[in-house]
Nanobody
Framework: QVQLVESGGGLVQPGGSLRLSCAASGNIFSINVMGWYRQAPGKERELVARIRARGSTNYADSVKGRFTFSRDNARNTWSLQMNSLKPEDTAVYYC???????????????WGQGTQVTVSS
C-alpha cells in the first residue's frame, strides 16, 4: 500500500506565506515524480509545481517567483513554500506522486487528500 498525507493549509492574508508538506509512505521502491496541483471552485485542476527524479522543477507561470518546491528524497517528503500569496491562489491543494512499488512493473499515480488554502483579508 502507498499513502500520501499532506498538511499545512489554512487561512492567510494577501501577501502572506504558507508552507504545504506531503509525506509518502508504504511499499515504495522509487518515487519518479513529485508535485503539487490545485483546484479552485468551478475550475479544472492545474499544475502548480512538479519535479521528476534527477530532473529540474517546473512551475506554473502564475506562481513562478513566488512559490518554491523542495524535497527530501531520504524521507519521501516534499514541500511547497508559498510567498506573496494572492486571493487568486485560493484553492484546494493536492500533493501528487508517481510511485513504483517493490515488485511492481510500472509507475502509478497517487494523490493526497487535499488541503484548503484561502487567501483573504
Amino acid at each position: 500500500q502507498v499513502q500520501l498525507v499532506e498538511s499545512g493549509g489554512g487561512l492567510v492574508q494577501p501577501g502572506g506565506s504558507l508552507r504545504l508538506s506531503c509525506a509518502a509512505s508504504g511499499n515504495i521502491f522509487s518515487i519518479n515524480v513529485m508535485g503539487w496541483y490545485r483546484q479552485a471552485p468551478g475550475k479544472e485542476r492545474e499544475l502548480v509545481a512538479r519535479i521528476r527524479a534527477r530532473g529540474s522543477t517546473n512551475y506554473a507561470d502564475s506562481v513562478k517567483g513566488r512559490f518554491t518546491f523542495s524535497r527530501d528524497n531520504a524521507r519521501n517528503t516534499w514541500s511547497l513554500q508559498m510567498n506573496s500569496l494572492k486571493p487568486e491562489d485560493t484553492a484546494v491543494y493536492y500533493c501528487y506522486a508517481e510511485i513504483r512499488q517493490f515488485y511492481g512493473g510500472s509507475n502509478d499515480g497517487y494523490w493526497g487528500q487535499g488541503t484548503q488554502v484561502t487567501v483573504s483579508s
